[in-house]
Structure formats: structure tokens, C-alpha cells
């Protein structure tokens, strides 16, 4: 079930004088969750930028599968399969749930050379998708901007599995969610790992993470500082891991 | 299970705002029927459907602009510069053929035009097309060499102003125009994403939408339809005044608006776009029948926008209706 889906060696982003990122070398895996862990300004924004097509690396080199890739743009990086599911989402709140899926990538029949939507099939398909999902929406005709935070998060999910994503990124999915939002768009993230899909998931809430991830990867001022199998690990190493309290985060430290 | 399907709408089925602009055009026959004795007359039922002819046209195109988030203030002076070129055309050699060719093409061109300043140029809608207003409104006065065009033969009235399988030929394009509009708004990816472009520009881009081509196309779309109602404006007047099209934006938009499309963009309705149509020209027919001058039409619908504006930025205000929309 893990087999590795994607490898990043040795990424490095410069803005001028200034290092983002250095020297990170990564695995993601299908069917696994990674978190990135890491104050702010770490670097796992730039780095999931990165992954997404948003931002070149300045060295370095993404391979998938065994193929080198380099992405020019966050089109590049969706037809390889990588979809981003950033904080404010980008879902059009005056459409439908099954339209906000289908968005920009329409089931179609052409009659007299129109493009006819084709309305039931595309909501036969989100209705699967919803219940494989177990997302707890009944109908995908609803309007995007009735949903709550949650379902929104679902609906983006759906979205990404619908273009047929292996890896999906998301960044911060429960900042804005009440308790039990959190909980659902969790069980989530796991259903679709248990999907077989690689997910990327960007967190500052540690408990949640080690609810939900596989293994944690720690970012400190641009670098990767850590790798911990969740099951190996436990909160207080990873506090210490953050903030370079942690004597193996001092000794890279000293190093460079 | 019951969420509002407000997606799956059928081509004339309606909400609580449409019938409600159903009863105020009955409500306003009525009242006027009472207050004059020309009122209800067949005649008069039929010049009031007569005048509504360009303004359904053009509002079924300012309709899909507001959805966009986009709006044409000059559309009135194009559909002016329409009728001037299908003017000469007619005057030229009287054939109509020639002329209902001119119409729709000079509309797409000045489309063209508008997609290229606001699309292109990224200049926001309402000042691109305000500045779009004052070249064309100059335009007209110089094409016109400050004559009116007059005296135009009548062979695309005897062509436009008949009926065809006992429907009258603008109704029939009118009923096509619709359909069409109803088609590629609710059927067709196009409608989808010009919804999506309403709603946010920018989250439309993240969804891999072709923006500035849909943007474009809609422009055009608009102008195609200022140019058929061009082509039925000279052939029931058979001429081209100094003035034509001033108040025409005023009245679109005033419909659009009173119809349920948000100024705002990202939801619209064509069949309230039709109702609104009608109430507008009702109401402006009625006033003139009751001894109102016509002076007075462009208060009528000037008030008619900031009323209805005003009414929904204070009823948003309310948790009832806010309550109501979020179960939506």
C-alpha cells in the first residue's frame, strides 16, 4: 500500500539573498499521510508551493514515480496528479456541490456541435463520491454556499479525487472549523489515504496530527530538520522539535 | 432532501420574486385600467409589447453581463450605431436581406470592441463602457451629420413586422433569443462558468476556467443581440434619430435588477429579466396614458433601481432573510 509516489531531493528555493528552503530531501507515499510540522515562516509553505507548481524550485529535483518532472505552473503539477486544497478554497459559493466538482472540467455531449452538460451523470458521480466519502451530505444540488466550513472541505476533497489526484496537499484544513468540523474533515483525510492517495497535510495543531498522520516531517528556518514514524514519536519531542530545543535539532544546528 | 433547486430550473419555472413581478404588472394594468380610459384596449396592450421588443433583446444580454459581474452602459448608443449602419444599408438599395445581415454584424463588431477595452484591457466594466458611451454618443451625432435618418423604405418593415405561422416575427425571435440565452446559461459549460466569474473572478482562474474567453464571448453575445434589436427598432420606426438608445442602458439595467439578477453578479434570472422588462414598460406606458409626461420616464425608472437596491441592501440586513438564504 505504501509504495512511494513521489521524491523530492535536495530542494532548495532562494527570493534573492534570502533562503526559503535548503537541501530537502523527502518521500511521500501512496495510501500515507505526511505532516509538516513547523513555526511559521519554516518553510513548508514555500515547500508545498513547490509541489503544487506555484513556485520553480531554485535547485534541486522532484521525481514521481521514477520520472524526473518539473512544473511551470499549478497545471503542470494537477496533470500529474497533484491537487492543493489551500485554506481559502476555491469553490464558487453560487453553485451547485455536484457543478463545484465538475468545475472547469464538465461531463459534456456534443449536439450539433454544443456542448450539452451532461447534469445526471456528473450527479450520479459526486453522489458516489460523497457517500464513499461518508461526507454526511444528502444532496449534491445544493448550493456550495449553504455548506459549512466542513462540507466545504469535503467538497473540495471531492474535487481533487474527481481529477484524479494521488497526491493531495492541504494546508491548514481545520484552522477555521469548530470541534466536531475538525473531526469529520480528519476521518477524511485518513478515508482518503485508506483511498490508496498520498496526502500532504500542513498543520500547527499537533494532537490532530498524531491523530491522523503516519509520519511527521519538521521544518526549522528552511530546513528539514526531523523525520519520526507518528508511532515512534510523541508530542513533547516533536514541541521540542519545532522550537530547537530538541539536542538533535542543536546538533544540525551547530553543524551548519 | 429538499434543498432550493435553484440550479435545476426549468426554462420558465419561477420564485417568489418572479410572481411577485407577475402580480405587480397585473396590479399595474389594473390600477391604470381604472385611471384611464385608453388603457385597456387591445391597441394599447399591443403598442406596450411593441416597445418591449429592444429592451427584451438587450436585456437578456445585460442579463448574462451583470451575472458576469460585468455591465454595458454604453449598449443603448450601440444599438444606435446598429441602426444608423442598417439605416444606410436600407437606404442604399432597400434590401433587407442585406440590412438583417448588418445588424447582428455591426453588434458583434462593437461587442468586439468592448470585450477588447474592458476584456483585454482590463478596464473595469463600468468606466470602459462609460468611456465606450461618449466616443459612441459622438460618433452618432457625426454619422448622422446632425440629421435625423428618415424616410427609410419599408421593405425590412414588411419583412419584421408581420406575423410568421400567425406569430408575430419579433415574438418569434424574441421566443428563439430566450431559448438560446436559457440554453447556453443553464445547459452548457459557458453557463457555469460565467456564473463561477460572477462569483469571483479569481477562484474561477484556480478552477481552470477560461475567463477572459468566456468574459469576451458574453461581450459579444451582447452585442449580437443590441444588433437584431437594432434591426427591429428601424424597421417599426423607419428612422434614426438624433437621441435613440439614451435612456435604453437605464431601462436595461432597471429590469435586469428588478428581474433578481444580482448587480453584484454571480446569479440571474431570464425570466425575471422578461417580467421586468414588461413591468418597466407598463408602468411607463400607463404613466404616459394618465396624463404623466414622458419627461418623467427616466425618474420612474431611475427611482425603480435605487428602490429595489436599497430594498435588498436592507433586507440582507435582516437575520430572517439571512436565515432564509443560508437554508438555500
Known amino acids: 500500500m505504501t509504495e512511494t509516489f513521489l521524491v523530492a531531493r535536495n530542494i532548495a528555493k532562494r527570493f534573492g539573498a534570502l533562503t526559503a528552503l535548503a537541501n530537502v530531501d523527502l518521500e511521500i507515499r501512496s495510501g500515507e499521510v505526511l505532516a509538516l510540522l513547523g513555526d511559521n515562516g519554516a518553510g513548508k509553505s514555500t515547500f508545498i508551493k513547490i509541489l503544487a507548481g506555484a513556485h520553480p524550485p531554485s535547485d534541486g529535483e522532484l521525481v514521481i514515480e521514477g520520472h524526473p518532472v518539473a512544473f511551470h505552473s499549478p497545471k503542470d503539477a494537477a496533470a500529474s496528479g497533484i491537487a492543493t486544497i489551500f485554506q481559502e478554497l476555491a469553490l464558487s459559493e453560487n453553485l451547485s456541490i455536484a457543478e463545484n466538482v465538475f468545475l472547469g472540467r464538465e461531463l459534456k455531449r456534443s449536439i450539433f456541435g454544443i456542448p450539452f452538460l451532461k447534469r445526471k451523470e456528473m450527479r450520479q458521480r459526486v453522489d458516489g463520491l460523497l457517500k464513499e466519502l461518508d461526507a454526511h451530505i444528502s444532496d449534491p444540488e445544493a448550493p456550495v454556499g449553504s455548506l459549512s466550513g466542513g462540507q466545504r472541505q469535503a467538497v473540495a476533497i471531492c474535487r481533487a479525487l474527481n481529477l484524479n489526484a494521488r497526491l493531495v496537499i492541504m494546508d491548514e484544513p481545520t484552522a477555521a472549523l469548530a470541534v466536531a468540523e475538525t473531526r469529520k474533515v480528519l476521518a477524511l483525510t485518513r478515508r482518503l489515504a485508506a483511498r490508496g492517495c498520498a496526502v500532504v497535510l500542513i498543520s500547527h495543531n499537533i494532537s490532530e496530527v498524531f491523530e491522523v498522520a503516519d509520519r511527521i516531517v519538521v521544518f526549522r528556518r528552511g530546513r528539514k530538520v526531523a523525520e519520526r514514524l507518528a508511532a515512534d514519536t510523541n508530542h513533547e519531542e516533536v514541541v521540542s522539535l519545532i522550537t530547537g530545543a530538541h539536542p538533535d535539532v542543536r546538533a544540525l544546528e551547530k553543524t551548519n | ?328
Open chain 2, 1 to 328: 432532501m429538499n434543498a432550493v433547486r435553484q440550479f435545476g430550473n426549468g426554462v420558465f419555472s419561477m420564485n417568489g420574486r418572479e410572481w411577485s413581478l407577475l402580480v405587480a404588472c397585473l396590479l399595474a394594468i389594473v390600477i391604470f385600467s381604472v385611471a384611464s380610459p385608453h388603457y385597456a384596449t387591445s391597441g394599447n396592450a399591443a403598442t406596450v409589447l411593441r416597445n418591449s421588443v429592444e429592451l427584451l433583446l438587450i436585456g437578456l444580454g445585460m442579463t448574462l453581463l451583470l451575472a458576469m459581474g460585468g455591465i454595458d452602459v454604453s449598449i443603448g448608443i450601440v444599438m444606435g450605431l446598429a441602426a444608423i449602419a442598417i439605416g444606410r444599408v436600407l437606404g442604399a438599395d432597400g434590401n433587407p436581406a442585406l440590412a438583417i445581415i448588418v445588424g447582428p454584424l455591426v453588434g458583434a463588431l462593437l461587442g468586439c470592441v468592448t470585450a477588447a477595452v474592458v476584456v483585454l484591457g482590463r478596464v473595469p466594466a463600468i468606466v470602459g463602457t462609460l468611456g465606450l458611451l461618449g466616443v459612441y454618443r459622438t460618433a452618432v451625432f457625426v454619422l448622422l451629420g446632425g440629421q435625423w435618418l428618415s424616410g427609410l423604405p419599408s421593405s425590412l418593415t414588411n419583412l419584421l413586422a408581420t406575423t410568421a405561422l400567425g406569430v408575430p416575427v419579433p415574438a418569434l425571435v424574441i421566443a428563439v433569443a430566450y431559448l438560446a440565452v436559457w440554453l447556453a446559461l443553464r445547459r452548457t459549460p459557458y453557463g457555469l462558468h460565467l456564473l463561477a466569474i460572477g462569483n469571483s473572478e479569481e477562484k474561477a482562474r484556480l478552477s481552470g476556467i477560461p475567463v477572459i474567453k468566456v468574459r469576451f464571448i458574453t461581450f459579444v453575445i451582447s452585442g449580437v443581440l443590441t444588433g437584431i434589436a437594432a434591426m427591429f427598432y428601424v424597421a417599426t420606426y423607419r428612422n434614426v434619430e438624433m437621441t435613440i438608445g439614451s435612456t435604453l442602458a437605464l431601462d436595461a439595467i432597471a429590469a435586469v435588477i428588478l428581474g433578481g439578477t444580482s448587480i453584484l453578479g454571480g446569479r440571474c434570472s431570464l425570466i425575471g429579466t422578461v417580467l421586468g422588462v414588461l413591468l418597466l414598460r407598463i408602468l411607463q406606458n400607463g404613466l404616459l396614458l394618465i396624463g404623466v409626461p414622458s419627461l418623467w420616464q427616466p425618474v420612474v425608472t431611475g427611482v425603480l433601481i435605487i428602490g429595489v437596491l436599497g430594498f435588498e441592501a436592507v433586507s440582507n440586513r435582516f437575520p430572517l432573510a439571512q436565515l432564509r438564504r443560508a437554508r438555500a
